[in-house]
């Protein structure tokens, strides 16, 4: 990410953290003349203890001089999470890793993570690194999503198979919602390693290949580890019901295990088995009902 992209973005985020305050929500009028949703300027750099003149620049996008205690002040001020906290210091002060991989390499997986991913038979699990492409999975994965064997490792993304594919799209009975937590992991990652300038590429890919990514990619939220339930509707097995919880996988390589755990007050689980156990279905990707 170059120097302008990132203040850009980091005025971008900016304004989105400010529209999502309710004005009340801090102690202030709603007020009947107010023409953008959210907080005004003025009113978080108060909040802040800063001047609105600092604030606006700062929002601007403006290369200006700022300091982690002032941010901890408007961190505070638009009521930030931790992980957006660290979005924020990212592109203010571009605290990144420091890390920027050229060649696109599929990370190895170890043997006790092989182990673990077959040993967790009725949860589907999807192993993805850094850029969220899809490096590893189990057999449960193949059966309710697809078999990603037959997707080029360079294709392999997924975010551009949630854009891209209508497997993925007609499984999920609420797709935005579906996929908000992969791009609240996304958002996390690009802030994270800010000088990598495949993120900047794949963003320009994605919103000129997809229209429709840019204004999702605007309002989504940063987490570096969602918790999300999920309703699928599996043209074999029909509604199906998951937790859907991101681990952090210990090890040089940054990678994330994407566990899909069935709702225990569901029959999912049964639906699950049963279809792992049909011989025609092994490994095959999800078929759109007649």
């Given at each position: 990410m170059n120097h302008q992209t990132r203040l850009q973005a980091l005025s971008t985020f900016l304004k989105t953290q400010r529209a999502k305050i309710l004005p009340q929500s801090v102690?202030?009028?709603?007020?009947?003349r107010r023409r953008t949703p959210g907080l005004r300027r003025e009113e978080v750099a108060q909040l802040a203890g800063v001047s609105a003149t600092w604030y606006t620049w700062l929002e601007q996008g403006r290369d200006i001089k700022v300091s982690a205690s002032v941010l901890d002040a408007v961190a505070k001020a638009l009521q930030l999470t931790v992980?957006?906290?660290k979005y924020l210091?990212?592109?203010?002060?571009?605290?990144?890793?420091?890390?920027?991989?050229?060649?696109?390499?599929?990370?190895?997986?170890?043997?006790?993570?092989?182990?673990?991913?077959?040993?967790?038979?009725?949860?589907?699990c999807i192993i993805s690194d850094r850029r969220l492409h899809i490096v590893g999975w189990n057999d449960a994965?193949?059966?309710?999503?697809?078999?990603?064997?037959?997707i080029?490792?360079?294709?392999?993304?997924?975010?551009?198979?949630?854009f891209s594919r209508k497997e993925f799209?007609?499984?999920?009975?609420?797709?935005e919602h579906f996929m908000s937590g992969f791009l609240a992991i996304f958002r996390a990652y690009y802030g994270q390693y800010v000088e990598d300038e495949w993120y900047e590429q794949f963003l320009a890919e994605m919103k000129e290949v997809h229209p429709d990514f840019l204004a999702l990619w605007e309002k989504s939220e940063v987490s570096s580890a969602p918790e999300v339930s999920i309703e699928f509707r599996h043209a074999k097995a029909g509604k199906m019901l998951f937790?859907?919880?991101?681990?952090?996988?210990?090890?040089?390589?940054?990678?994330?295990?994407?566990?899909?755990?069935?709702?225990p007050d569901s029959a999912t689980e049964t639906k699950l088995r049963q279809l792992m156990?049909?011989?025609e279905q092994t490994n095959t990707a999800y078929e759109e009902k007649a």
């Open positions: 102690g202030l009028a709603p007020g009947t992980d957006e906290r210091y990212a592109l203010a002060m571009e605290t990144g890793t420091g890390v920027s991989i050229q060649k696109e390499e599929a990370p190895q997986i170890s043997p006790s993570l092989s182990r673990i991913l077959k040993e967790l038979r009725s949860c589907p994965a193949s059966h309710v999503f697809m078999d990603f064997e037959q080029p490792y360079e294709q392999r993304n997924m975010l551009r198979l949630l799209q007609r499984l999920a009975v609420n797709w937790h859907l919880t991101s681990l952090q996988v210990q090890g040089s390589a940054d990678l994330r295990c994407s566990i899909y755990t069935p709702d156990e049909r011989p």
